[in-house]
């Protein structure tokens, strides 16, 4: 599967923002599907998951109740909500894709990676 990341942008603090993700090529229901981000001079951290149906989210501690993923099978996209944005979410944003529910929040459990959009949050 191929994935597009799309969305990101300057923002104030405080502000909203919704990221997309496209995919292509094998069936997008078959994927459970994941948002993680990187911050100058830090590793990648998982931000959120969706399962394949889209019944299941699993968050971040440091994004919980500000940041919603979301699927739509049908357009074979992946969405993620952001508001409250905060200086500290500055960071690429990656939309991933695993093919299990069970690898969580581990970065080695995604297989497929987009190619990530820059969220910069201004104080």
């Known amino acids: 599967v191929q994935l597009q990341a799309s969305g990101g942008g300057l923002v104030q603090a405080g502000d909203s923002l919704r990221l997309s993700c496209a995919a292509s090529?094998?069936?997008?229901?078959?994927?459970?599907m994941g948002w993680f981000r990187q911050a100058p001079g830090k590793e990648r951290e998982f931000v959120a998951a969706i399962s394949k149906g889209g019944s299941r989210t699993y968050y971040a501690d440091s994004v919980k109740g500000r940041f919603t993923i979301s699927r739509d099978n049908t357009k074979k996209t992946v969405y993620l909500q952001m508001n409250s944005l905060k200086p500290e979410d500055t960071a690429v944003y990656y939309c991933?894709?695993?093919?299990?529910w069970g690898v969580g929040d581990r970065v080695e459990g995604y297989g497929y990676w987009g190619q990530g959009t820059l969220v910069t949050v201004s104080s």
């Open positions: 991933a894709a695993a093919l299990s």
């Open positions: 090529g094998r069936t997008f229901s078959n994927y459970v």
